[in-house]
């Protein structure tokens, strides 16, 4: 299945207008891109909230681990790293986080604020193998950008 991120991109950027709130954009984008693919089994956000410090924020989906440092998991590998991270065996990655046994691939961005500022981190899981492309990392990454770039 494909996403069509301009169309999606336009409808959370209608939603989001005038609001600058993290918390309340992470919890609109988070709505608005799990109802958008079958492909998305968890989504949502890990906000910066200490040194070093993911903190679950918004998502759908079953229950998340509430803290991941920097050096652990996917997450983890994004928010140190600030780039994209695809995986499409999460079993074959080194360190991954295992909070639901039917997560089979995952896609984390880093999310940037005004200013180059790390504000957390945006997490999909999959329970299909390899289900994430480039596309939607490009996609993704522009639906972030709009929203908390400008924040
Ligand atoms: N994707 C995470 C773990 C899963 S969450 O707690 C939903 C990782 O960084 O390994």
Known sequence: MNV???TLTAVIESLAEGETDEVALMATVACEVHHSDARFDWTGFYRVTAPGMLK???????????VIPFDRGVCGAAARTGEVQIVDDVEAFPGHIACSSTTRSE?????????????GVFDIDSDRPAAFTQKDAEGLASVLRSVFGRI
Not at 56 to 66: D, S, T, V
Not at 107 to 119: Q, S, Y
Request: with cysteine.
């Open 4 to 6: 069509d991120y301009p």
């Open 56 to 66: 679950i924020g918004p998502y759908q989906g079953g229950h998340g681990c509430l």
């Open 107 to 119: 896609i984390v961005l880093p999310v940037w604020g005004r200013d180059g500022r790390l504000i």
